[in-house]
T-cell receptor
Framework: NAGVTQTPKFRILKIGQSMTLQCTQD?????MYWYRQDPGMGLKLIYY???????DKGEVPNGYNVSRSTTEDFPLRLELAAPSQTSVYFC??????????????FGPGTRLTVL | QKEVEQNSGPLSVPEGAIASLNCTYS??????FFWYRQYSGKSPELIMF????GDKEDGRFTAQLNKASQYVSLLIRDSQPSDSATYLC???????????FGRGTSLIVHP
């Protein structure tokens, strides 16, 4: 049981490049989330998904896209990277809210720098 | 705009003392309240959640919720240097899937 895994751990992009951050969970959780965390700040929700084929925007979706073709995977796509996207990105998963609140798990994070 | 406010700290306490971390929120419709611990360079880890007014205890941790005053707090008894971390408060409204996070309070427990 690996929990939530993310790849890569670190990445440096040039302005205008694109990349996909991978996230996989093996707990059969319906709900998955992408957050970004800037230094000294809390977590800001980028996108979330309540199940395969269903995604929705969070607080800060501009510049990002997601897809959810399977329960396990929830990749985050950055198109045309900008310095403002320099951040640490966390993927998380959980059962439906209100069912088992202790089963919230975060991946180890991806530290992205855009130069 | 739903807001969750935390004092960024750092809060410094001696080993063995009680650390008290506070969080206020703006949305009166909030129903679920969470505390996460985040070590430097690591991901957040859920340590407590509460949804009823009053206290909830789990080991050395106690979460306190006062919906009338719109605050939730986390008490850490017998603080240890290993408790040194940033503590994030998160609040979720009824009917919402999405929590709103505060900026976190940095706690330093010194020997």
């Amino acid at each position: 049981n690996a929990g939530v895994t993310q790849t890569p751990k670190f990445r440096i992009l040039k302005i205008g490049q694109s990349m996909t951050l991978q996230c996989t969970q093996d707990m059969n959780h319906n709900y998955m989330y992408w957050y970004r965390q800037d230094p000294g700040m809390g977590l800001k929700l980028i996108y979330y998904s309540v199940g395969a084929g269903i995604t929705d925007k969070g607080e800060v979706p501009n510049g990002y896209n997601v897809s959810r073709s399977t329960t396990e995977d929830f990749p985050l796509r950055l198109e045309l990277a900008a310095p403002s996207q320099t951040s640490v990105y966390f993927c998380a998963s959980s059962p439906p809210p209100g069912t088992s609140e202790t089963e919230q798990f975060f991946g180890p994070g991806t530290r992205l720098t855009v130069l | 705009q739903k807001e969750v406010e935390q004092n960024s700290g750092p809060l410094s306490v001696p080993e063995g003392a009680i650390a008290s971390l506070n969080c206020t929120y703006s949305d009166r419709g909030s129903q679920s309240f969470f505390w996460y611990r985040q070590y430097s360079g690591k991901s957040p880890e859920l340590i407590m959640f509460i949804y009823s007014n009053g206290d909830k205890e789990d080991g050395r941790f106690t979460a306190q919720l006062n919906k009338a005053s719109q605050y939730v707090s986390l008490l850490i008894r017998d603080s240890q240097p290993s408790d040194s971390a940033t503590y994030l408060c998160a609040v979720r409204s009824g009917g919402s899937y999405i929590p709103t996070f505060g900026r976190g309070t940095s706690l330093i427990v010194h020997p």
